[in-house]
């Protein structure tokens, strides 16, 4: 029972940025990992990135490592995830999860509410 709106998606050209941003409410007390979860047209959704609600553990998926960031902000209820250096195959659209697991999961099937998702184009 938690609602994640996210916001922050558009049209950028390769090699630009984009800051993602996911409002948070509801019952926050059983999340314990936030995720960034993006899908393309005719593709399964994959993990991008997660985060702790405290913000002291991560994990990025190999395509996004050293160019996203994931970070959140317990006194806003908010995740964000910068993108950096943005490329075509980042096109896709992205959406922010919550999970009451005691670890993190690169599944989408471990994360129990979902936001609606925002899209993000990448021009070569």
């Known amino acids: 029972q938690v609602q994640l709106v996210e916001s922050g998606g558009g049209s950028v050209q390769a090699g630009g940025s984009l800051r993602l941003d996911c409002s948070v409410s509801g019952r926050t007390y059983t999340t314990r990992f936030m995720g960034w979860f993006r899908q393309a047209p005719g593709k399964q959704r994959e993990f991008v990135a997660y985060?702790?609600?405290?913000?002291?553990?991560?994990a990025y998926a190999d395509s996004v490592k050293d160019r996203f960031t994931i970070s959140s902000d317990n006194s806003k209820n908010t995740i964000h995830l910068q993108m950096n250096r943005l490329k075509p195959e980042d096109t896709a659209v992205y959406y922010c999860a919550v999970s009451s697991l005691g670890y993190g999961s690169w599944w989408p099937k471990d994360y129990d509410d979902w936001g609606q998702g925002t899209h993000v184009t990448v021009s070569s």
């Open positions: 985060v702790t609600w405290s913000g002291t553990n991560f």
